[in-house]
């Protein structure tokens, strides 16, 4: 089996994988890091959002062996240590989450749109087409608006 | 279920102690004189406002509510573990902020747990029916209070004072002159039997400081930062590993052969095949192999239940079923409108899914579950183990919208950690969850209304829906409390629901709602809002028809006909701050619709953009709702929000196709739940102030929604709302089988 190397979360992990096994499950299953999630497998319910190199990407339909060398960056490395990132605070004060299941992977999704533009429109938010079952689109926009403003 | 209370030798003293409960109180008080007539004829009270579901349940709850407890450790925290589910409707809050407020501890000193499965609790562990809090209300602030005089107690006796003298406040027991003893140091003290306390009773609602208060999720900070598990997300059972099944072409297929069982024994990663009643389990080293390997099974099935049927044929069975009117069409004015709605997925962001570990004569099972004892006697009973034998912890779960009532995937887990001799972490693919998991069953419904010089005479209502599955242990339920439900006859568990969660809200004269269920053997259950999404939903269009034929502003004819001013009150507030009747460009129009369930009642308006009338998109949303008492108002506005949303999608897109015995739909690219595109920029929720016992509100957003967005639909296409969801081609390649 290959090995692979790169920066998770601003740690190097080295890893053995198939080349072709989805990120999503080596990070879950091999290195055991559990923020980001499996909603669908094919990058349509975009639960598993993650930063390759600051972008979003979908670990989910990215093999292992294009991490190799990079930058990963999930949910649990967001926070600088107990100081929560922007967004992530936007989303206390606005109590966005429900069930939670899909707040990682719009969170990451929230932070790389952030990234791109610092006044993001609605439309800008209306892009974003991460599955959140419970609904919480609304407070998901309230939190975004937010976040830009304190950034 | 065995441990039922029986019909026999128990109930004189079960009755007895009902008698003595406040629950009773309740639904007795429910059997008021109908409101003073106004002009509108009045309609007499339907079963469901003499006894809902939800009363039934508290019913059931209440010979064991003495046994939910509230303990304090000598670290002075205060924990509770809730014989409920969290799937993200914010009870963990809610109860912790009941037992903060009644014990005057800081919120962040308690715990709130969920309880494994506890079978002594009988009925008193089923999350449903928008349940929680109604339910568990009494019971938490009884316990806490009963917590809090004792540590009063202990402390009174430490210092030699009387009890009276001694209050708490901030977490801390005070004393004259000035003395403090913490939670923790009196705890043992407070523990003692020989410790004499006083009657302990919860405090009036005056008192209340935090119950009413806006309170953000505990669990908001895990949630946000990653460190919320799931039950994959656990590491609980050393060597689990990572299985998903192989699952039929149609559904409940069973599987013939495994015809290349050595070449995927011999994938990379695969660790295990067995074969269960629901298909073929791989285990595997990761999800990835084991998803790889399934896909790669060559397997033989047996035939399924509805091999046959496809949605056509579904609708003609409805259509034949659904019973015929009692008032003549001939000759008296009338409306009548017929309605279907699809099967609709639960699809909950977590898939199905659970670890369970049997072996050596022993089983234990995680998972997310909202009827964690009947999974408990189902799983022993499959595995020829002993209850005893079986434990069941409840996992938090990512969304259950009604799905998680039942437990299919720990049954499943349980099967192939008994075959494979291995501890297993079972996951559903999304494909498979959405089409071999539970759905809302797809009904048809016919409404006729007659009505002459101003008013309705007639409301009937015949719905006939594919057959629901309760066995979740609802049946139980229902069987030990038929003494007390308000409906009679020889009526079915599913009519019996029906009937316990449908009434309509107006005076609409002689009003009757039926259910015929058509008995097709597929994987349904009770999705949010049970009926009433679909039964409500389409009442509501029928108002707005009626209301035109007789001339009359939608807003201003439902005011005139709801029974009572709780409810005019939500239509008028909404009325006036979402601005009905405000000129909308062509295209655009404004929709209102009321509900009322389980002692709480909403009304919403919405303002749709439907320029292009197949992709509309509902632009704004004003919610108001009365829930009597609302114990977190920030919590009750995310349900109300999430309800919105669940209507928008089932309204506008989202719906299963069965095509061949099996949905087509397989991932949320093909079943169009709403996304933030879909979503309206602006809502607004109103909370009514509290004014009495807390209603239900888990499920009261849907139906008020589903009515207020096709009404909007209506006036802003002219078109009549008649199938559901409105937009609903095969718009994508199905997945193969």
């Known amino acids: 089996m290959p090995t692979y190397s790169f920066t998770l979360n601003g740690q190097s992990v080295t890893v053995d994988a198939p080349a072709d096994l989805p990120l999503l499950w080596t990070l879950r299953d091999k290195l055991g890091v559990k923020g980001p999630k499996y909603g669908c497998g094919i990058d349509v319910c975009k639960a598993c959002t993650s930063h390759l190199d600051g972008q979003a990407v979908n670990p989910c339909v990215v093999p292992t062996s294009e991490a190799d060398g990079r930058e990963v960056t999930t949910i649990e490395g967001l926070a600088d240590g107990d100081r929560l990132h922007p967004v992530q605070e936007a989303w206390l004060e606005q109590d966005v989450a429900q069930c939670g299941y899909c707040q990682p992977g719009q969170i990451m999704a929230a932070v790389a749109l952030l990234k791109r533009t610092k006044h993001p429109t609605d439309a800008d938010i209306d892009a974003i087409e991460n599955v959140c079952r419970c609904g919480s689109y609304f407070r998901i926009r309230e939190a975004i608006k937010a976040a830009a403003a304190a950034m | 279920m065995s441990s039922s209370p029986s019909a026999g030798h128990s109930r004189r003293h079960f009755l007895t102690y009902l008698l003595a409960t406040p629950t009773l109180a309740v ?57 409920r589910e969290e799937v993200g409707q914010g009870i963990t809050t809610a109860v912790a902020m009941l037992i903060a407020d009644e014990l005057d501890v800081p919120l962040d000193r308690v715990d709130v747990t969920l309880a494994d499965a506890r079978p002594e609790l009988v009925f008193n562990q089923l999350t449903g029916g928008s349940n929680t809090i109604r339910s568990v209300y009494t019971p938490v602030r009884t316990a806490a209070a009963v917590a809090r005089a004792r540590l009063v107690a202990a402390a009174a006796a430490r210092w030699g004072v009387p009890a009276g003298q001694v209050t708490v406040s901030g977490g801390v027991v005070i004393g004259p002159g000035g003395r403090t003893a913490g939670f923790g140091e009196l705890s043992t003290a407070a523990a003692s039997p020989s410790l004499k306390v006083g009657t302990a009773t919860p405090k009036p609602a005056s008192q209340q400081r935090l119950v009413g208060t806006p309170t953000s999720r505990r669990d908001a900070r895990a949630m946000v930062t990653g460190r919320q598990a799931y039950t994959l997300d656990l590491d609980v059972a050393p060597g689990a590993l990572p299985t998903m099944v192989r699952r039929p072409p149609t559904i409940s297929g069973a599987v013939r052969s495994v015809d290349n069982e050595a070449a995927v024994r011999a994938m990379p990663g695969v660790v295990d095949l067995a074969v269960v009643e629901t298909g073929v389990a791989v285990l595997a080293e990761t999800f990835g192999q084991a998803l790889d390997a399934k896909n790669a099974l060559q397997v033989t099935w047996g035939p399924g239940t509805v091999d046959g049927e496809d949605d056509d044929s579904i609708r003609e069975k409805l259509h034949a079923a659904a019973l015929p009117f009692a008032a003549p069409g001939l000759l008296t004015q009338h409306v009548d409108a017929e309605f279907d709605f699809a099967f609709v997925s639960h699809a909950p962001m977590e898939t199905n899914s659970a670890i369970a570990d049997v072996r050596d004569g022993k089983a234990e099972i995680w998972a997310g579950l909202k009827s964690p004892i009947v999974a408990q006697e189902t799983i022993a009973k499959d595995l020829g183990l002993p209850v005893s034998a ?122 009757t709602q039926t259910l015929t ?141 069965i095509r061949d015995g099996l949905p087509l739909e397989g991932s949320y690219s093909q079943f169009h739940y709403t996304r933030q595109a879909e979503s309206p920029r602006d809502v607004r929720v109103f909370v009514m102030p509290a004014n009495g016992e807390p209603g239900g509100a888990g499920e009261l957003g849907v139906p008020a929604a589903v009515g207020a967005i096709a009404n909007a639909w209506a006036r802003a296409t002219g078109r009549k709302p008649r199938s559901f969801p409105l937009t609903f081609p095969v718009d994508f390649d199905p997945f193969p089988r």
């Open chain 2, 390 to 511: 079986v434990a069941v912890h409840v996992v938090q779960g990512g969304g259950s919208f009604g799905r998680r009532l039942f437990f299919d995937a720990a049954l499943e887990a349980a099967r192939i950690s008994k075959k494979a001799g291995k501890p297993v972490k079972l996951m559903w693919s999304r494909i498979d969850d959405m089409r071999h998991g539970r759905a809302r069953a797809a009904s048809h419904h016919r409404i006729r209304a007659t009505h002459a010089a101003g008013q309705v005479l007639t409301f009937e209502h015949r719905v006939a829906s594919v057959e629901t599955d309760f066995r979740h242990g609802l049946g139980e339920i229902l069987t030990a409390m038929s003494a007390s439900l308000p409906v009679g006859g020889n009526l079915s568990f599913a009519q019996t629901v029906f009937l316990t969660t449908v009434k309509s809200p107006y005076d609409f004269g002689i009003t």
């Open chain 2, 27 to 83: 639904a007795a008080a429910l059997v008021d004189p109908p409101p003073v007539a106004r002009a509108a004829v009045p309609t007499p009270p339907a079963p469901a406002d003499v006894l809902d579901l939800g009363d039934v349940l508290i019913l059931a709850a209440a010979p064991t509510a003495n046994m939910i407890t509230v303990a304090v450790g000598e670290d002075g925290r205060v924990g509770l573990a809730l014989p």
């Open chain 2, 517 to 657: 269920e058509v008995p097709l053997q597929m994987h349904t259950g009770s999705w949010r809002s049970v009926y009433s999404a679909n039964t409500r939903g389409a009442e509501e269009i029928v108002v707005d028809e009626l209301a035109a034929a007789q001339r009359k502003d939608p807003y201003r004819f439902r005011r005139e006909f709801l029974e009572d001013d709780r409810s005019r009150a939500v239509l008028d507030k909404v009325a006036t701050e979402g601005q009905w009747g405000r000129p909308m460009p062509a295209g655009h129009a404004q929709g209102i619709a009321f509900h009322a369930e389980y002692q709480s009642c909403t009304a919403c308006l919405v303002e749709i953009d439907a320029t292009n009338p197949d992709r509309p998109r509902v632009t704004k949303a004003t919610i108001a709702a009365d829930v009597g008492r609302p114990v977190n108002p920030r919590g009750l506005e995310s349900q109300l929000l999430g309800g919105l949303t669940d209507a928008i999608g089932t309204t506008l897109r989202a719906g299963l196709h």
